[in-house]
C-alpha cells in the first residue's frame, strides 16, 4: 500500500531563516506531487505541483520555492521566512490518471517568529 | 474566475440531527468533485467523489453528496451526525484539464450531545 511521510511535524523558525520541509510518498511510482498551505480561514491554498522528476508548477508567486530531486521525493523551500509564511504546510500525491483523489500526509506546522 | 465557495464557516448540530454542507463552484465547465474531511492537527481524508453519471454519491461515514449542474453545487449531507463528525470538512475541485485541485475554505463542524 501506498503511504506519505512529511516532516518535521512541527517547527518554529525565527524570520530570515531558511526552510526546508520534506515529503516522501512509497509503495507507488511517478505520482503527481502536491504542496498546499493551510492558514486560518482561508481553506487550502494550492502552492506548486509536480508531474515528475525536476518538474514543478507554481500556482502563487511567493517567497518559496520547490524542488522534486527523486521521482517521489518532495520538498518546500525558503531562504529567507517571513511571518506571513506561517501555517500548516500539506503534502499531498495522487496517481497519474486523471483526477485521481489526493492523499494527504499529516502536515507540518510553520510558526515564524 | 475559477472558485470554490463554501458559505458556511462554522455549523453546529445536535448529535442524531441531519447535516448539510454547502459547496458552491464556478468554473467553465463542470469540474471533478469531492469532499474531504480533517481532524484537527492532521491531513485531509477523502470522503466520497463526483467524476460523472449519478449525481448522488456515497461515501465513507455514512456521508452522501449531490450533484446539481443547474445550481453549480455539490452540497454534502448525513442523516444522523455522530459526535465523531466533529471536524473541518472541505469541498473540493479539479477541472477536467491539467493537474490542479481547488479547495473551499472549508466548514468547521460542531456536534453538541
Known amino acids: 500500500s501506498q503511504t506519505i511521510h512529511q516532516w518535521p511535524a512541527t517547527l518554529v523558525q525565527p524570520v530570515g531563516s531558511p526552510l526546508s520541509l520534506e515529503c516522501t510518498v512509497e509503495?507507488?511510482?511517478?505520482?503527481?506531487l502536491y504542496w498546499y498551505r493551510q492558514a486560518a480561514g482561508r481553506g487550502l491554498q494550492l502552492l506548486f505541483y509536480?508531474?515528475?522528476?525536476?518538474?514543478i508548477s507554481s500556482e502563487v508567486p511567493q517567497n518559496l520555492s520547490a524542488s522534486r530531486p527523486q521521482d517521489r521525493q518532495f520538498i518546500l523551500s525558503s531562504k529567507k521566512l517571513l511571518l506571513s509564511d506561517s501555517g500548516f504546510y500539506l503534502c499531498?500525491?495522487?496517481?497519474?490518471?486523471?483526477?485521481?483523489?489526493?492523499?494527504f500526509g499529516n502536515g507540518t506546522r510553520l510558526t515564524v517568529t | 474566475a475559477q472558485s470554490v465557495t463554501q458559505p458556511d464557516i462554522h455549523i453546529t448540530v445536535s448529535e442524531g440531527a441531519s447535516l448539510e454542507l454547502r459547496c458552491n463552484y464556478s468554473?467553465?465547465?463542470?469540474?471533478?468533485l469531492f469532499w474531504y474531511v480533517q481532524s484537527p492537527g492532521q491531513g485531509l481524508q477523502l470522503l466520497l467523489k463526483?467524476?460523472?453519471?449519478?449525481?448522488l454519491v456515497q461515501g465513507i461515514k455514512g456521508f452522501e453528496a449531490e450533484f446539481k449542474r443547474s445550481q453549480s453545487s455539490f452540497n454534502l449531507r448525513k442523516p444522523s451526525v455522530h459526535w465523531s463528525d466533529a471536524a473541518e470538512y472541505f469541498c473540493?475541485?479539479?477541472?477536467?484539464?491539467?493537474?490542479?485541485?481547488?479547495f473551499g475554505t472549508g466548514t468547521s463542524l460542531t456536534v453538541i450531545p
Open positions: 499531498a500525491w495522487n496517481w497519474d490518471v486523471l483526477r485521481s483523489p489526493l492523499h
Open positions: 509503495g507507488t511510482s511517478n505520482p503527481n
Open positions: 509536480s508531474v515528475g522528476i525536476g518538474q
Open positions: 468554473y467553465g465547465a463542470t469540474p471533478y
Open positions: 463526483y467524476f460523472s453519471g449519478d449525481t
Open positions: 473540493a475541485v479539479a477541472p477536467n484539464t491539467g493537474n490542479q485541485f481547488y
